[in-house]
Nanobody, 125 residues
């Protein structure tokens, strides 16, 4: 089992920045990739960014490319999501997730095995 705990959400004005953290514990050696997802009211959960746990290679949704940056600190078993130039449409609950299956970094929530509790990000206009 892997436990994930997010932190760092909050309220920010449009154009501002926030950094989310996701601390992993437990059987972290089983993690293949980590992803950040978000879910706005009435919408499906969507992929935001992902990172390979070992190599650090990253992938981003088009909607956040150039504004968000995902990174990891293997020594701390922590993944970060730096969010800059935030827009009101970025408002959502943000979740981190861990994937075990070594089939490539997945954009599909169903491919992820472990999830954090979520943290609210609200961007005011």
């Amino acid at each position: 089992q892997v436990q994930l705990v997010e932190s760092g959400g909050g309220l920010v004005q449009a154009g501002g920045s926030l950094r989310l953290s996701c601390a992993a514990s437990g059987r972290t050696f089983s993690i293949y990739t980590m992803g950040w997802f978000r879910q706005a009211p009435g919408k499906e959960r969507e992929f935001v960014a992902g990172i390979y746990w070992s190599s650090g290679s990253t992938y981003y949704a088009d909607s956040v490319k150039g504004r968000f940056a995902i990174s990891r600190d293997n020594a701390k078993n922590t993944v970060y999501l730096q969010m800059n130039s935030l827009k009101p449409e970025d408002t959502a609950v943000y979740y981190c997730a861990a994937q075990r299956q070594r089939l490539g970094l997945s954009l599909a929530p169903l491919q992820y095995d472990y999830w954090g509790q979520g943290t609210q990000v609200t961007v005011s206009s």
